[in-house]
């Protein structure tokens, strides 16, 4: 049983040599495609996919009353409070506003998937974030959600004020598509798929070509091998000459 074992790990060590010899001698058009594919990444990237533009707006809430002085209790109750200032942000009140007052084009449901609203951890800052194609109108758009938001948090919550924390600014570089990451990932991903498409294609290959392969695959002995004729031998021979080459 232990010999068998063994047997079969010397078998599969040999298929990984295989595999990994095979591999080898592909490598050059593995590479040669990961660089038609990183290339068809990066001006894809470039010239195909719009550029979109992030501004971000960021605004604090404290509840206080009566101008007393703010508590570990007013902490505390303002960060558990943060979601539903998130949910009134990106409320339709608060866009539909937002839509009325610059004209857009968009309806609530579009312009609530270009704002996104996060936290910080441990913070009672609100981050508000507007995506776009125009770097300017994204700016605009920000500026209007947090001003839209910050009245209706004040009207609903009982609020003295919102504090702006930090406007939104004309952001000067894209936030996508990323170009380098993914002329990267289209590089290994060409590269990836031609070592894929090569080890199915040997392993799924059970022809015969050696009295080795017999008794490997086929656990018979070799009595006999049949010689090639003279033609077939020197085409063989030119074949074997080209790869070479």
């Known amino acids: 049983?232990?010999?068998?074992?063994?047997?079969?790990?010397?078998?599969?060590?040999?298929?990984?040599?295989?595999?990994?010899?095979?591999?080898?001698?592909?490598?050059?058009?593995?590479?040669?495609?990961?660089?038609?594919?990183?290339?068809?990444?990066?001006l894809g990237s470039k010239f195909v996919f719009s550029p979109i533009y992030e501004s971000t707006t960021k605004i604090y809430i404290l509840?206080?009353?009566?101008?007393?002085?703010?508590?570990?209790?007013?902490?505390?109750?303002?960060?558990?409070?943060t979601k539903d200032y998130a949910e009134m942000i990106k409320s339709r009140f608060v866009l539909e506003s937002v839509i009325e007052q610059l004209g857009l084009e968009e309806d609530y449901e579009?312009?609530?998937?270009?704002?996104?609203?996060?936290?910080?951890?441990?913070?009672?800052?609100?981050?508000?974030?507007?995506?776009?194609?125009?770097?300017?109108?994204?700016?605009?758009?920000?500026?209007?959600?947090?001003?839209?938001?910050?009245?209706?948090?004040?009207?609903?919550?009982?609020?003295?004020?919102?504090?702006?924390v930090e406007t939104a600014n004309v952001p000067t570089h894209k936030a996508s598509p990323h170009t380098g990451k993914n002329t990267f990932l289209g590089g290994i991903l060409g590269m990836f798929l031609v070592a894929a498409i090569v080890v199915v294609a040997h392993l799924l290959n059970d022809t015969v070509r050696t009295a080795e392969d017999v008794e490997?695959?086929?656990g018979l002995p070799t009595l006999a091998v049949i010689p090639m004729n003279e033609a077939e031998a020197k085409k063989k021979k030119k074949r074997g000459v080209k790869r070479h080459r």
């Not at 509840?63 to 409070?81: E, I, P, R």
């Not at 009245?151 to 004020?161: F, G, L, P, R, Y």
């Open 110 to 164: 579009k312009l609530s998937k270009m704002v996104e609203v996060t936290t910080p951890a441990d913070t009672r800052v609100l981050s508000i974030t507007v995506s776009d194609k125009s770097p300017v109108r994204a700016m605009k758009i920000a500026n209007a959600v947090r001003e839209a938001s910050a009245d209706h948090i004040s009207n609903v919550m009982d609020i003295e004020a919102v504090n702006v």
């Open 1 to 42: 049983m232990e010999n068998r074992n063994q047997i079969e790990n010397d078998e599969l060590e040999i298929d990984l040599g295989e595999i990994l010899l095979l591999l080898f001698h592909k490598l050059p058009l593995m590479i040669a495609v990961g660089l038609c594919v990183a290339m068809l990444a990066f």
């Open 216 to 218: 490997r695959y086929l």
């Open 63 to 81: 509840n206080k009353q009566d101008n007393a002085s703010v508590t570990y209790n007013d902490l505390q109750m303002g960060t558990q409070l």
